[in-house]
Each structure stands twice: as structure tokens, then as C-alpha cells.
């Protein structure tokens, strides 16, 4: 099964930048669309941004729209959350995620990687 392994989160002051990253074991039929998602203590999880391997075309959630920006490296299986102007609700524990066709909704994706903490300061 394919396994994603996010990386890049931890500490950062209200109005900085961060940068995710998730790899993916392998690409496949099944990972032909990559999201993020996040969730903030006491909430639950929201989608934030996604991508389509092949296409390129992404989406992105209501909520940090404009603030965020994803990417990826084919060769590298791996595609990048870039946030900015962070704030204090933007803490939460960010999980990438690979599914067959583009949503936003959260059964829409069937493999998870075990998430990473962001937490923003003010």
C-alpha cells in the first residue's frame, strides 16, 4: 500500500511562511490526486489544498485560500503545502492525503500519511 510521509512542520510566528512536504512511496492509479488537510485542536478536519499528478490542476479550500500554494515534484513523488501570512488559527495538525479524483471532501481520499503538527504564534 502506498505510505505518505509529511514533513516540515513545527513553530513559526503569526505572518511567517512554512513549508510542508509530502512523500509518497509510490505512485499509482489509486494516488492520482494528493490534498491536504488540517485540523485544529477541538475541530474538525479541514480540507485545505489539492493537486492532480498528472494535470497540475489544483483546488483549494475557503479557508486559506489565497494564503497557500501547493506543488509537486513528479520525479521526486512528492508534493509541497507553501503557507503564508500565517496566523494563530492555522495551528493543527496538517495531513496529506492521495485519492482517485479531485474533491475536497474528506471520504474523497483513501490514503492518509500520520499527519504533522504547525503551530503558529502570535
Known amino acids: 500500500q502506498v505510505q505518505l510521509d509529511e514533513s516540515g512542520g513545527g513553530f513559526v510566528q503569526a505572518g511567517g511562511s512554512l513549508r510542508l512536504s509530502c512523500a509518497a512511496s509510490?505512485?499509482?492509479?489509486?494516488?492520482?490526486?494528493m490534498g491536504w488537510f488540517r485540523q485544529a485542536p477541538g475541530s474538525e478536519r479541514e480540507f485545505v489544498v489539492g493537486?492532480?499528478?498528472?494535470?497540475?490542476?489544483?483546488w483549494s479550500g475557503d479557508n486559506t485560500r489565497g494564503r497557500v500554494t501547493i506543488s509537486k515534484d513528479n520525479a521526486k513523488n512528492t508534493v509541497y503545502l507553501q503557507m503564508n501570512s500565517l496566523k494563530p488559527e492555522d495551528t493543527g495538525v496538517y495531513y496529506c492525503?492521495?485519492?482517485?479524483?479531485?474533491?475536497?471532501?474528506?471520504?474523497?481520499?483513501?490514503?492518509w500519511g500520520r499527519g504533522i503538527q504547525v503551530t503558529v504564534s502570535s
Open positions: 493537486i492532480s499528478w498528472k494535470s497540475g490542476i489544483s
Open positions: 492525503a492521495s485519492g482517485t479524483y479531485p474533491t475536497t471532501r474528506e471520504d474523497g481520499y483513501d490514503v
Open positions: 509510490e505512485r499509482t492509479s489509486s494516488t492520482a490526486v
